[in-house]
């Protein structure tokens, strides 16, 4: 069932959407995304979920890098999974693209070996991260692996666009220090980590790894 509820588009505004890859690929998301696959250890036989997959980048990168795993890719924008659904279409890659919210995922309990998800975290409203982030752990096997890439990292930004414009925003707030690895202690997940660092021209990027479980 679609989305009743409103949410941020990937963009930011509907209207932007055609704009998002080609704006994507100019500040370097592609290599961000890179190494959040090359992080996520993928294996032959793998069910990965990519959470909020907005058009499909990550998902076909996924695909294309590791033919063997079966990839999903959820969003609640219809515009921008109808763009997704093309991309995979030009490119030949079978993806299972799906309508759906974060914290109402459309699947059983357990389903997936990894859950990868790039920039929607600072989309989300505060009240909603958490519940996200427990449904993620729901729907993840037990020795299931959730790989998270957003803006934030160790130490607040001291300057740039990033500190200017979004850091102190309820959209960022939580990113820095502690904020992100805390959050996902609450949602239940273990050992959730900082596995490494990286920059965008909009500012700092933190890679996090946590497990569904103990």
């Given at each position: 069932?679609p989305?009743r509820?409103?949410?941020?588009p990937?963009a930011g505004?509907?209207?932007l959407?055609p704009?998002?890859?080609?704006?994507?690929?100019l500040?370097?998301?592609?290599?961000?995304r890179?190494?959040?696959v090359?992080?996520?250890?993928?294996?032959p036989g793998?069910r990965?979920?990519?959470?909020g997959?907005?058009?499909?980048s990550l998902a076909?990168?996924?695909k294309?890098q590791h033919p063997?795993?079966e990839v999903v890719?959820v969003d609640p924008?219809?515009a921008?999974?109808e763009?997704a659904r093309?991309k995979?279409t030009?490119?030949?890659?079978a993806l299972?693209l799906d309508?759906?919210l974060?914290d109402?995922?459309p699947?059983q309990?357990?389903a997936?070996?990894?859950?990868l998800?790039?920039?929607?975290?600072?989309?989300?409203?505060?009240?909603e991260?958490?519940?996200t982030l427990?449904?993620v752990?729901?729907v993840?096997?037990?020795?299931g692996?959730?790989?998270?890439l957003?803006?934030?990292?160790?130490?607040?930004?001291?300057r740039?666009f990033l500190?200017?414009?979004?850091?102190?925003?309820?959209?960022l707030?939580?990113n820095f220090?502690?904020?992100?690895?805390a959050?996902?202690?609450?949602?239940g997940?273990?050992?959730?980590?900082?596995v490494?660092?990286?920059?965008l021209?909009?500012?700092?990027?933190?890679?996090?790894r946590?497990?569904?479980?103990?």
């Amino acid at each position: 069932m679609p989305p009743r509820r409103s949410y941020l588009p990937a963009a930011g505004h509907a209207w932007l959407l055609p704009l998002y890859d080609p704006i994507d690929r100019l500040l370097g998301g592609d290599g961000a995304r890179r190494t959040l696959v090359e992080q996520a250890a993928l294996r032959p036989g793998h069910r990965v979920l990519d959470l909020g997959c907005g058009t499909g980048s990550l998902a076909l990168m996924i695909k294309r890098q590791h033919p063997g795993v079966e990839v999903v890719g959820v969003d609640p924008d219809p515009a921008a999974l109808e763009r997704a659904r093309r991309k995979a279409t030009r490119a030949g890659l079978a993806l299972r693209l799906d309508q759906g919210l974060g914290d109402t995922l459309p699947y059983q309990d357990g389903a997936f070996d990894r859950v990868l998800s790039a920039f929607v975290l600072h989309h989300l409203p505060d009240g909603e991260k958490e519940p996200t982030l427990r449904e993620v752990r729901r729907v993840l096997a037990s020795d299931g692996i959730l790989h998270l890439l957003d803006f934030g990292g160790p130490e607040a930004p001291r300057r740039g666009f990033l500190t200017r414009h979004l850091h102190g925003s309820h959209r960022l707030r939580d990113n820095f220090g502690e904020g992100i690895p805390a959050l996902l202690r609450r949602a239940g997940f273990a050992d959730p980590q900082l596995v490494s660092q990286g920059r965008l021209l909009f500012g700092q990027l933190g890679y996090y790894r946590a497990s569904a479980s103990g």
